[in-house]
């Protein structure tokens, strides 16, 4: 019989299927050379025993294998649970426990043929685990321990297990899940997809995967009898889009799986997407929370005092924290963890980028009163590292790429920033893997460069898989394909003199946007126009003071009005801010008795604007805060209004601001 230590070997060589050195598998499972050589030899007579004899060969140092596929099968006989590691068992226990709920000791001590006073130290190195989820075991009469906690805590748990058994990669445990996780798939995915499209949103492979287990351990648990009732954020969740999409959804779920499920679970699943990363940038369902833009633009501020290169206008960062960090801050509130990490690899590679990342996150830690994980904290890491890259040094006939990444947007972002940086290639699309039949329907393609295995017979296109950091083997295999390597940028200022000492320029602004096409990123942008301030989008005329309201909505509705008669916004528009703050309270107050109402973009916005209205006398808004000033904004783009937002909001926090100083300004 096997023992731990060979099934891990063996593990190992079947799952990576290739030749593999004594040195590497001493190097990747903790232990010498001479161990390995020692356990192979074990099996080795194993295999002689079922007459498998040159099936492993060890030749300089190199294991040789002549058959993966009679190994796994080997390794499936003659792997039981009475050769577990004390670990294995204690996860074996643990999934008992999570799955059927009860466990009897004195069964488990005959299956696991191991003593009861051992099974009691399990249980107890086990506690610690429960305790985080706030479960307990209790004693049942006549029955054994029963697991008690609140079902939503039990499916978290679950979760997490199901994460950790995969990241093991324990062939027994994949074989055992298959039996207890016994769900087709076929109903969730169409679900899934189908929940995708009505969102208008494209989440991560961990995403979907993620969501996917939880679907099978719901659809599970709902038929064995055992029901979330309720769970946090419920108001909330149900007028979020992602709910409205779900719910849609709803009877492709209960139709394949002939269930039925009730308000809250579609709620809870609703929570795991809003927790997702999203390959859509601008996406959010934090859309009102305009907190966010100010933190977000202080967290830019601050990194930037700390490093030598000015991020502080870079536009693809500030939109790919706002698109990150809102679901990191939705999963860190609710308990949701991220199923990879990226935290050792970013760590070794820029362990002073991560320093300073966590220092800047500090303030964002106040604000949600949680701190940032790790893992959390690496993959933010990751996005001031490719703003660095492309402001430090900032293709015609470009070959096409497909990228395909697991992780999300961020990870996607970096390793196609890295690409761009070093190679002259059109990246058509960055996609996750479950999207690459499709995509590649629609696109030509060139290459496909990926940090997956990809596994699909029908691709013609040349499969080059790197690391999510590219590292020098990387590129290496890049150019083994020919990749073509991207010349060095040039400054637009410097393009623009040579052009004119030896031409007449006839139409300059066409000129700069047709360049600015052609040169793409190869060009360092130096001559744009600045940005946008509070002075170009506050009018004199926008401004009312002293005016009389009677309550917060007619406060609201007369700067409103300001807006809608200057042509800026419709009617509707002053009703959705309304609205808004109805449905999400006084978040809007951003200042000492000031408010800044707003909506999103519906179609119903014609000019990027603000209007100021201040109040005779103060009136009390939702939460019970008292404002006397009422700065409505609109923003055409979503996104046009933010930099003279922010720098408001900031000079509005000031201790010696007067709102009458700031006025005679204009």
């Known amino acids: 019989m096997l023992n731990s230590r060979s099934t891990l070997i063996l593990q190992n060589l079947i799952l990576h299927k290739k030749e593999k050195s004594l040195k590497e598998l001493s190097e990747e499972l903790g232990v010498s050379e001479r161990t390995v050589r020692y356990e192979l030899e074990k099996i080795s007579e194993l295999l002689s025993d079922e007459n498998s004899l040159d099936n492993i060969e060890i030749s300089k140092g190199i294991v040789k294998i002549s058959n993966f596929k009679s190994l796994e099968e080997f390794l499936k006989d003659n792997y039981d649970k009475t050769t577990f590691s004390s670990e294995e068992r204690e996860l074996y226990i643990l999934m008992l426990i999570l799955f059927k709920r009860v466990i009897n000791q ?16 399990h249980l107890k190195d086990l506690k610690e685990t429960l305790d985080k989820y706030h479960l307990s075991l209790e004693i049942c009469h006549k029955k054994g321990l029963e697991l008690i906690g609140k079902e939503e805590d039990i499916r978290q748990c679950l979760l997490k297990f199901l994460t950790t058994i995969k990241n093991r990669k324990n062939i027994f445990f994949k074989n055992i899940l298959k039996e207890y ?33 939880y679907l099978k351990i719901t659809i599970l648990m ?17 007028n979020t889009k992602e709910y409205e999409a779900v719910k849609k959804g709803s009877t492709l779920l209960e139709a394949h799986y002939d269930i039925e499920l009730s308000k809250v679970e579609y709620l809870k699943i609703t929570d795991y997407f809003l927790g997702s990363h999203t390959y859509n940038l601008n996406y959010s369902y934090y859309e009102n929370w305009v907190e966010m833009e100010i933190l977000v633009k202080k967290l830019i501020t601050e990194f930037n005092k700390r490093v030598d290169v000015d991020i502080s206008q870079d536009e693809t960062l500030i939109d790919g924290l706002l698109n990150h960090i809102k679901p990191t801050i939705y999963r860190i509130q609710n308990g949701i963890e991220l199923e990879n990490s990226i935290y050792q690899e970013v760590l070794e590679s820029y362990p002073q980028l991560f320093d300073i990342t966590s220092e800047v996150l500090e303030g964002l830690e106040k604000f949600i009163e949680k701190k940032f994980t790790k893992d959390e904290i690496a993959f933010i890491t990751i996005h001031f590292k490719a703003a660095i890259d492309r402001n430090r040094v900032k293709s015609k006939n470009k070959k096409k790429v497909l990228l395909v990444c697991g992780l999300g947007y961020g990870t996607s972002k970096l390793l196609a920033q890295q690409i761009k940086e070093f190679y002259s290639l059109d990246i058509v699309d960055i996609i996750p893997s479950h999207l690459l039949t499709k995509s590649l329907e629609k696109n030509s393609i060139d290459y496909i460069i990926t940090t997956l295995d990809l596994e699909n017979s029908d691709i013609t296109q040349p499969i080059i898989k790197v690391n999510p950091l590219l590292s020098n083997e990387d590129m290496e ?22 052009i004119e000492k030896n031409t007449t320029i006839t139409d300059k602004d066409n000129l700069l946007l047709q360049l600015k096409e052609l040169l793409d990123s190869t060009l360092v942008d130096d001559i744009s126009p600045k940005k946008l301030t509070i002075f170009d989008l506050l009018d004199r005329t926008y401004i009312k003071e002293g005016v009389l309201a009677n309550n917060w909505q007619e406060a609201v509705l007369l700067a409103g009005e300001i807006l809608e008669k200057n042509g800026c916004v419709t009617k509707k528009y002053t009703e959705n801010m309304i609205e808004i703050i109805e449905k999400y309270g006084g978040y809007i107050i951003l200042a000492p008795n000031m408010a800044f109402p707003h909506a999103r973009n519906e179609n119903d916005v014609f000019k990027t604007a603000f209007s100021l209205v201040t109040l005779k006398e103060p009136v009390l808004f939702p ?5 006397q000033t009422v700065v409505a904004f609109a923003s055409k783009d979503n996104k046009e209004h933010l930099d003279p937002f922010v720098q408001f909001v900031e000079i509005a926090n000031e201790k010696r601001f007067n709102i009458n100083n700031f006025v005679k300004k204009f």
């Open 106 to 121: 004195v069964q488990l001590s005959e299956e696991l043929d191991i003593s009861r006073s051992t099974i009691k130290l």
């Open 181 to 213: 996780l016994s769900v087709n798939e076929e109903g969730i995915k169409l679900f899934l997809n189908y929940c995708q499209k009505i969102m208008d949103r494209i989440i991560s492979d961990e995403a979907y995967q993620i969501i996917k287990n």
């Open 222 to 238: 709902v038929r064995a009898g055992h029901h979330i009732d309720k769970i946090k954020n419920e108001n909330f969740l149900e």
């Open 477 to 498: 295999i890049l150019e083994s394909f020919n990749v073509p390597r991207r010349s060095k940028k040039v400054l637009f200022s410097q393009v623009l003199e040579v």
């Open 623 to 627: 939460n019970d805060k008292l404002v």
